[in-house]
């Protein structure tokens, strides 16, 4: 039973029936997936079911967006009733933040799916099964998340996401690496998690509401000036926090590449880990009533723009580069939305998703084609792959922030709305990460395909069902910005020399990059031994210990609490029971003696007893 | 002679044939042991049915030696066997039940 419309809202059935279809779809994929093991055991058939459902979701999703652009509309039903209104609900929120996600995680998704029909080929059929099965239930789960119109519904959708995400990163359970790093993924997000959670019930607790809308409209008629609001949204950020990988709890980000490369273009780089930011975007109206913890964010994001971008300069794994360069850009994001900026943040968050998705998928054609993740050990795969050396640089330009693709227009608008906000430091740590993106997305570039060692094995062009997604990432990368130049989506205007600033500095990590990689007029080795930057570089091939510091602390307290419920678990319950059952042996033991098997015996007993009982018969029962 | 005379003598006779029991080695003379304290038994009936007039007494006797009768035979052929597999009827060395 729909509850009543909230304040402000429209209610038009056929929009929120449509984004309910596009969520459903893949539900029933994976219910079907789930359930008809034959089907889940063939594999390619498996694999036919979950891309149909998720190409009629983005078809479903595509329409929508061009018919429901402008508005917003939103369903609910009780799911947990009670007297007066239900405590909580289920529903559908349809406008725009959710309607541009909706066509990003349909289209992401469904290029994906098709791009691993090739790239998991020569995987055993019910393993592809399994894998198809758990990419149904991502998209389902994501386009959940992205159509929540409560914090309840996003939280429940938040940890499928997670569940998924740690189904797929340890997709080859059999390497001790990817079960490893799986389950490091699933807790250092579930740490941020816990924070999202608590601070969600304590905003209910406030409020007794869980919807956004009720939220914002208590937020507009400033009556949500509770006592602790500060806490609660800091709480609620370090859910973000987990998930998009900020600093300090981003180290599980660049582990998940132990997955498939298609699961981290779309789980690790264009959805999942974008789903803090955009649950801070549409949060957004909650936290501009606690400026501090904006600034945090803001500060935070920075930092770890910067302390990503470093990390990324030093990592020899093409994989890693691109999960730190995630990293980054989720830092930029925040960083936006922290300069109250959001709709800078998210306008970058799409464009990331598709540019940085490409970037995975080319990244796992070159790996499919030279078997290694090491840099050092590929080279001159553009004269080999050219098409895909051509979609990869088209990618390695958008990230670098280069006009007229889409990553210049979004990182500009993220760079104006952090310098119009007067946070000049964050400001200086987001440009200084603009020149080492561009630099160390150019030494991957110049080290893989134009490089002067051979690289291993038989590099070729891969097939067309791999090919086919990379193009159309490519051309939509292209598309889009073109479709941002032509202004009618520009969103923000930054001072004048903004602009030429960024380009300058993407150019000079590229000319870098070029310098060091390709010309080798720099020697990496002897730059990186001069002063300021020996530090940065022996800190940043350690992870700056952060890493280390969570390994240790794992040992430190876990290890050591667990050694102490084993100690107690041994010796304490386990030697209550063996104390016991030892008795019982004993006594037994003991008691064995008295059966010797001589008839005469058991009649001395008899007699004996007898006597004893006309004795006291005798002389006690009186 | 009173009744005490007759009880006490069937109680010698009990005691000696438990005794019997418990101390003989051959299972013969356990057997003999138990037909003794069987007998102390009868007397008491006898005696009992003797001083008390109640002929039920005597009609349980008879039943208890019929049955002794049965019980000696059953008693001597378990015997017997037993001494056909394991040469010997020393009770000392019958202890297969031991725990």
């Known amino acids: ?622 | 002679m009173s009744l005490n005379a007759y009880l006490t003598l069937a109680a010698l006779v009990f005691a000696i044939g438990l005794f019997g029991v418990l101390t003989r080695r051959n299972a013969i003379g356990i057997l003999l042991g138990i037909e003794l304290m069987l007998n102390a038994v009868n007397i008491n009936l006898v005696a009992f049915a003797r001083f008390h007039g109640d002929l039920r007494g005597l009609v349980f006797t008879l039943f208890t030696i019929a049955i002794t009768v049965a019980e000696v035979a059953v008693g001597l052929a378990i015997v017997i066997v037993i001494f056909r597999v394991r040469r010997t009827v020393e009770a000392d060395r019958l202890d297969l039940l031991r725990g």
């Open chain 1, 1 to 622: 039973m729909p509850t009543a419309v909230p304040h402000g809202v429209g209610l038009d059935p056929a929009a929120t029936n449509m984004a309910l279809l596009v969520v459903l779809l893949p539900f029933v994929a994976f219910v079907l997936l789930a359930v008809v093991a034959p089907l889940r055991r063939r594999g390619q058939a498996a694999g036919a079911v979950s891309i149909a459902a998720i190409a009629v979701a983005f078809l479903a999703a595509l329409f929508s967006w061009f018919v429901w652009k402008g508005d917003a509309h939103v369903q609910t039903w009780a799911w947990i009733p009670a007297d007066e209104g239900p405590t909580a609900t289920v529903g559908v929120l349809l406008d725009p933040l959710s309607n541009a996600m909706l066509v990003l995680v349909t289209l992401v998704s469904l290029l994906v799916q098709i791009y691993s029909l090739a790239y998991l080929r020569d995987e055993r059929a019910p393993s592809l099964g399994r894998y198809y099965t758990y990419q149904s239930l991502f998209a389902f789960s994501m386009l959940g998340l992205v159509l929540s119109p409560s914090f309840i519904q996003m939280f429940v959708f938040w940890e499928l996401v997670g569940l998924c995400s740690y189904l797929l990163i340890g997709y080859w359970y059999e390497r001790p690496s990817a079960a490893r790093a799986a389950v490091k993924a699933f807790w250092i997000t579930k740490l941020g998690d816990l924070g999202f959670v608590i601070g969600i019930v304590m905003l209910w607790t406030a409020t007794g509401t869980f919807e956004f809308h009720a939220l914002f409209a208590l937020a507009q008629e400033h009556a949500l000036a509770i006592e602790g609001l500060g806490t609660i949204m800091l709480l609620i950020y370090l859910g973000a926090v987990g998930k998009s990988a900020q600093f300090p709890l981003h180290v599980w980000l660049p582990d998940a590449m132990e997955g498939p490369a298609p699961v981290s273009a779309l789980i690790h780089a264009a959805t999942m880990v974008t789903a803090g930011v955009f649950m801070v975007t549409r949060a957004q109206p909650l936290f501009v009533l606690v400026p501090d913890v904006l600034v945090l964010m803001g500060w935070v994001g920075a930092f770890t723009a910067l302390l990503a971008a470093t990390l990324a300069c030093v990592e020899s794994d093409i994989k890693r580069v691109l999960a730190y360069s995630t990293v980054s850009q989720l830092g930029y994001m925040m960083a936006a939305v922290g300069a109250g900026a959001p709709d800078a943040g998210f306008l970058h968050l799409l464009t990331h998703g598709l540019f940085k998705a490409l970037l995975f998928l080319g990244a796992g054609a070159v790996i499919h084609a030279v078997g290694t993740n090491d840099i050092f050990r590929m080279g001159g795969l553009f004269r080999t792959m050219p098409q895909t050396g051509v979609v990869f640089i088209v990618g390695t330009l958008a990230l670098a922030g280069l006009p007229p693709l889409a990553g210049f227009f979004s990182k500009e608008a993220v760079l104006a709305g952090v310098w119009d906000s007067g946070m000049t430091w964050p400001f200086l740590m987001l440009a200084l990460s603009v020149l080492l993106t561009a630099f160390y997305m150019f030494r991957v570039v110049f080290l893989t395909f134009f490089g002067r060692v051979p690289a291993t094995g038989h590099p070729h062009e891969p097939s067309w069902t791999m090919r086919g997604p990379l193009w159309v990432l490519a051309t939509l990368t292209v598309l889009v910005g073109i479709r941002l130049a032509a202004g009618s989506l520009r969103g923000r205007h930054g001072p004048g020399w903004l602009a030429p600033l960024s380009v300058a500095a993407a150019l000079g990590g590229i000319a870098l990059a070029w310098a060091m990689y390709q010309r080798g007029a720099v020697d990496p080795g002897r730059l990186a031994a001069t002063f300021p930057l020996s530090v940065i570089d022996a800190l940043a091939r350690r992870r700056y210990g952060i890493d280390g510091l969570y390994a240790g602390l794992y040992r430190g307290f876990i290890l050591a609490f667990s050694r102490l419920i084993g100690w107690i678990d041994r010796y304490l319950v386990d030697g209550v029971l063996n104390f016991v059952s030892a008795l019982t042996l004993r006594g037994g033991d003991l008691l064995r003696r008295i059966q010797s098997g001589y008839a005469q015996d058991y009649v001395y007993g008899v007699a004996f007893g007898v006597l004893l009982l006309l004795v006291w018969a005798q002389w006690w029962a009186r």
